[in-house]
């Protein structure tokens, strides 16, 4: 089992990246899949999550309105578009996979992590 995250980097305030998990060594249609994140001196923190299904998707409140997950399956890749960007999104940024998902994820549900991307947000 692998998830490969990619897209991180640094970005001036305002600014847009798009995060992307390639997925392996599962069945990935049947995961929800999630983003969360980490900044220095704090606990990770669920940002989004899309169901195993697609059909509903669900946001940490400070991003809502920004950032957008979305997933395709025949490529078993999950994104994460990011945009209006603020310094407070700092952080590394993990994805993960949860079997059967069907609500928001909690890290306890998660079944697989990835190794995480930094995302530097400069003001």
Do not use: H
């Not at 305002?14 to 980490?38: D, H, I, K, N, V």
């Amino acid at each position: 089992v692998q998830l490969q995250a990619s897209g991180g980097g640094l970005v001036q305030a305002g600014g847009s990246l798009r995060l992307s998990c390639a997925a392996s060594g599962f069945t990935f249609s049947s995961y929800a899949m999630g983003w969360f994140r980490q900044a220095p001196g704090k606990e990770r923190e669920f940002v989004a999550v899309i169901t195993w299904r697609g059909e509903s998707t669900y946001y940490k409140d400070s991003v809502k309105g920004r950032f957008t997950i979305s997933r395709d399956n025949a490529k078993k890749t999950v994104y994460l578009q990011m945009n209006s960007l603020k310094p407070e999104d700092t952080a590394v940024y993990y994805c993960a996979a949860n079997k059967w998902g069907s609500g928001t994820m909690r890290e306890r549900e998660v079944d697989y992590w990835g190794q995480g991307t930094q995302v530097t947000v400069s003001s």
